[in-house]
């Protein structure tokens, strides 16, 4: 894994935010290892890694943090 497959770019390793968004509900998971690419920041996750974060999802420990996050609807913003 060493170019990305949408542009070619190069893949660094980096620690990333993983977003999951399942019905109401969005998990933000701090400090997950992924190759970003550097040209079109397109994330790739090893299979490892997806396979640790399905789990984690499936038996979440305590969240480290809670976010207020504000939410915005373009359907209802003015023009
Ligand atoms: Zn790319």
Known sequence: MERCHFCGG???????????E???QIWIIRNVPAFVC??????????????R????????SRPADILH????DLAMAVA
């Open 53 to 60: 974060v399905l789990m984690f999802l499936k038996q979440p």
């Open 38 to 51: 550097a040209q079109c920041g397109e994330k790739e996750y090893t299979q490892e890694t997806t396979h």
């Open 69 to 72: 996050v504000p939410t915005y």
């Open 22 to 24: 399942n019905n109401d």
């Open 10 to 20: 190069t893949l660094v390793e980096q620690m990333t935010t993983f977003l999951y």
